[in-house]
């Protein structure tokens, strides 16, 4: 394949387009779209190859914004011919988990909605609640994302009340268990008191309840208690009665009235704007809501029934076979609805239908669905006016050419200058952005206990932030992460040690930069010796005042951390022979001092750098006479 950066796109080279179109045959099959460098772009399918790749370079009005944007990019096209429409789906399904390419997210991830993984790609799996999708491992699964989250947290709080799991990420000691072993909430995973294979069993049945299986799980769980007590083990038993007891609790009430309460089934509807669509899709196994996911995508995107069946096929790929249900109810129609039905099916091994309800209680659920994703969009659209009209205010106020994407606040934490620390947080059209936090340690000499300077210290943060650019690492037109607005926590002081390092570095005319004054809610701008007339209530100043205690918050938090970290380890600055450099190697190799307290000799032997006669004074310190 070229991979020339010299090829021109298609949309530029009719010649080559029209005769790659003709190369394209009227037959199922899967395309993919390639850019100048060989990067895929898009993965589709489609039911005749040479009509839906044509329909891309017809009319770029008839297209959305994103696919648009995607086909300006298309420099080669590439096609697999398969038998069905059904392999078709499946192929395009597998290349997408493959690949990933970029224009094929339709879903937009915007932490709003928490998902559950569970870590099979260990020997302990953990169970836990989180909001990035980070696929790093192929055996590791991810369930949701689920709306209503604090439904979600009372689950996994009840589930591990319930079931013998690992509670804590790190062990608390290193040579024996913790409190929730003797009390029967961990089965001693840290000392491996119990194999990965038994340990993975009960991490399968906890898997159940977020597969939507909660009543299959009750009736294994029901003949496991019965058996066990025709064996006179009562203990286990009462044990076995006391989960049921406790998963039956769950969705109690959250009965959905159906006519046949046997049969599984999904239900996806969308409410939509000019812009946004958020979809809910309720999961109902034997009349109970079990789940109740939610996503966000473009509704420029696509017509409604294509979006629906992109979100349902995004859902299902990541799915197991026994979580699809036998039914699927559905708001519109779907394009493909028949290629869907087929490639469900046959992952699943018996026969789904997918169904557009007209009347009676089905079409009641629909209705139900969509008023629920109705209110979504109306808070999700509220949320939206307020950073606009928060964004807009703060434009005038400021009098900036455009409107801020992103905006990035600065504060320093210290006490009397001891453990100096300095946060970035980061607001992009007005939501914190916490994947673009960072904090920075003081390095500056100066700062020490009993000398404190936040002049220097934002002057350091402001040099490190925008070294790069400076030194012509990288330009401003070429970066992500340039901000359009910096705002500094302080008042003149601050702000002009900030300008002068601007200045110094040839940036003061590229970086607007502004300081927030506690006391009053001051403004100040560079150059000016008396801050803007604001009200502190007005949109652009609150947006301001949220910047500024995310940032007094999150640089708080990094110097308390780093306070306790400096506590335990003067611990170890008390053992005479112990210097710096084996006390991380210490650190390193048991974690915490409490570890190294409960070490014995030989193990604080076998730590490099440490002999027998260091050991001994380290054990001594800790088991004095």
Excluded at 101 to 112: G, M
Excluded at 269 to 291: K, M, N, P, T
Aim: one cysteine or more; charged letters at 30%; hydrophobic letters at 35%.
């Amino acid at each position: 394949m070229t991979t020339s950066t010299d090829i021109l796109t298609l949309v530029k080279d009719k010649e080559r387009l029209e005769n790659r179109l003709k190369e394209i045959p009227a037959e199922p099959g899967v395309y993919l779209m390639r850019d100048r460098n060989g990067d895929i772009l898009y993965i589709g399918k489609s039911k005749k190859l040479r009509s839906r790749v044509r329909s891309y370079f017809r009319d770029s009005q008839l297209l959305s914004p994103r696919i648009a944007t995607m086909v300006q990019q298309v420099a080669d096209i590439e096609f697999i011919v398969t038998d069905t429409e059904a392999e078709s789906l499946a192929l395009e399904a597998n290349l997408v988990k493959q690949h990933q390419p970029y224009f094929n997210v339709l879903l937009k991830d915007d932490k709003r909605y928490p998902y559950v993984c569970i870590t099979w790609s260990e020997d302990y799996p953990r169970i836990f609640i989180t909001r990035k999708r980070r696929i790093d491992n192929e055996k590791d699964k991810f369930y949701g994302p689920y709306v209503d989250t604090h439904l979600l947290r009372y689950t996994l709080h009840i589930i591990k009340r319930t079931f013998p799991l690992r509670q804590r990420p790190r062990p608390l000691f290193k040579d024996r268990p913790c409190l929730n072993y003797d009390i029967g909430r961990c089965p001693g995973v840290c000392q491996q008191l119990i194999s990965p294979e038994e340990y993975r069993q009960t991490v399968q049945k906890v898997a159940m309840i977020f597969q939507g299986r909660t009543g299959e799980l009750i009736e294994t769980l029901t003949s496991q208690m019965e058996k066990a007590a025709e064996d006179l083990n009562f203990e286990a038993a009462a044990t076995i009665r006391d989960r049921i007891k406790a998963l039956s609790a769950l969705n109690a009430d959250q009965k959905v009235a159906l006519p046949d309460d046997t049969i599984s089934r999904d239900a996806i509807a969308l409410a939509s704007d000019e812009q946004h669509c958020c979809i809910q899709l309720f999961q109902i196994r034997a009349g109970r809501l079990v789940g109740r996911l939610g996503f966000f995508a473009d509704s420029r995107s696509l017509p409604s029934g294509a979006i629906l069946q992109r979100v349902l096929e995004e859902h299902y790929r990541m799915a197991e076979s026994v979580e699809i249900p036998s039914e699927i109810l559905v708001q519109h129609e779907l394009p493909d609805a028949e290629i869907l039905t087929e490639w469900l099916s046959d992952r699943k091994g018996r026969k789904v239908n997918i169904i557009v309800p007209q009347r009676q209680t089905k079409a009641e659920l629909i209705e139900m669905v969509e008023r629920n994703a109705k209110y979504e969009l109306e808070r999700t659209q509220r949320l939206a006016d307020r950073n606009l009209q928060s964004l807009q205010d703060l434009t005038e106020i400021l009098d900036l050419p455009d409107i801020p994407k992103r905006i990035e606040g600065y504060d320093i934490s210290h006490i009397q200058g001891s453990n100096a620390v300095a946060s970035q947080v980061v607001f992009i059209d007005g939501i914190p952005a916490k994947q673009h936090y960072r904090h920075y340690n003081i390095k500056n000499p100066d700062v020490k206990i009993g000398h404190s300077d936040d002049f220097a210290s934002l002057a350091e943060v402001i040099r490190r932030r925008f070294r790069k650019y400076h030194q012509g690492e990288i330009s401003k037109e070429n970066a992500e992460d340039f901000p359009d607005l910096v705002m500094i926590d302080g008042g003149k002081g601050q702000l002009s040690s900030v300008v002068a390092v601007l200045q110094e570095m040839d940036l003061l005319q590229e970086v607007k930069v502004v300081s927030l004054a506690k006391q009053r809610e001051e403004i100040f701008l560079p150059g000016e010796s008396l801050p803007l007339k604001t009200d502190s209530e007005q949109p652009g100043v609150q947006l301001l005042r949220r910047l500024r205690d995310e940032a007094h918050r999150f640089a708080i938090s990094f110097h308390r951390q780093k306070r306790l970290n400096k506590s335990r380890r003067s611990r170890l600055d008390e053992i005479p022979g112990l210097g710096f450099h084996r006390q991380k190697l210490l650190l390193a190799h048991f974690h915490s001092v409490d570890y190294i307290r409960e070490a014995s000799l030989e193990q604080l032997m076998e730590v490099s750098g440490i002999g027998r006669q260091l050991a001994q004074e380290i054990y001594d310190y800790f088991h004095p006479a």
